[in-house]
């Protein structure tokens, strides 16, 4: 209705007036000044008329009021819809900038712990979508010195994930549960040498394996796990998670523990990428 009147509404109110005029030049008197013979009838018509057409002004004008104010509302209302997208953007960027400003000064103190590492900080873009592997892409690669099999770290030194493919600009990390993953830990309060592996049963249920530890030994829930630094590729001493549970494998020949990696991987926006460490012998 509001678009039809902008459009015809000029048009609606001219032709109303020129028909009333019509009607009034119709009853009006004759050129010598004798009364017509609808001058009784419009005598009877003229003030009606008269008021019917202010009476279509007034409505055309109160239209025109409405549909002028109702446009103005409708500028100020997007306006402000714009104001407020820009508040909440800004809003957004300053929480991402404080938690980030809080993940710097963890991972501050985590280095002053370990000082040969060299990290490299980069922002999940984005996860795999496979329901086989438990991969994500983040946003630095080999231009920010990169390198295949690199360790992925939190900002507190718990462990993630390797970098498993590389480009440029981006890097694929190949999570803690994936079922492609392997490194070398130890275990509980006696160091217990084991291998962290991937299971893509338990990768469902975000846990992952524990393997490749001798019969002989004992472990118990709750052992605390960390990475042995074996074979070069992690650093030693990056915290894994914990047994939770001891189960037998197929056939019953040999033991596997289920691991609860340290790592929420579901909370995580900002990864740490370490580049470069001392070897210990």
Do not use: H
């Not at 109110?13 to 050129?31: D, E, H, W």
């Not at 209302?77 to 957004?92: F, M």
């Amino acid at each position: 209705m509001k678009k039809y009147l902008k459009q015809y509404g000029l048009r609606l109110a001219v032709l109303i007036v020129a028909a009333a005029l019509v009607v009034g030049l119709a009853t009006g008197g004759r050129s010598d000044g004798t009364a017509g013979p609808l001058s009784g009838l419009s005598n009877s018509l003229r003030i009606p008329i008269q008021g019917a057409v202010g009476s279509v002004v007034d409505w055309m004008r109160g239209i025109y009021g409405y549909i002028y104010q109702y446009d103005k509302l409708a500028a100020e209302n997007e306006s402000l819809r714009k104001d407020l997208a820009e508040a909440r953007q800004q809003v957004r960027e300053s929480q991402d900038a404080a938690e980030e400003n809080v993940r710097l000064r963890t991972l501050l103190g985590y280095l002053e712990k370990n000082t040969s590492f060299v990290t490299e900080s980069a922002r999940i873009i984005s996860w795999d979508a496979s329901n086989w592997t438990s991969a994500f892409t983040i946003s630095k690669g080999a231009k920010n010195g990169i390198e295949m099999g690199d360790c992925v770290i939190t900002e507190s030194g718990m462990l993630v994930g390797q970098i498993m493919d590389l480009g440029d600009s981006w890097a694929t990390v190949r999570s803690v549960i994936d079922v492609n993953m392997g490194a070398g830990v130890l275990v509980g309060e006696g160091s217990i040498a084991a291998m962290l592996v991937g299971d893509y049963a338990l990768m469902q249920d975000g846990k992952c394996k524990l393997s490749y530890f001798t019969e002989d030994v004992t472990l118990f829930a709750g052992d605390d796990i960390i990475t042995s630094g074996s074979g070069g590729a992690f650093p030693s001493g990056i915290t894994v998670g914990k047994v939770i549970e001891l189960r037998s494998e197929a056939g019953g020949q040999s033991m596997y523990a289920v691991v609860d990696p340290a790592v929420d991987l579901s909370t995580l926006s900002q990864v740490f990428i370490i580049k470069d460490f001392e070897v210990i012998e």
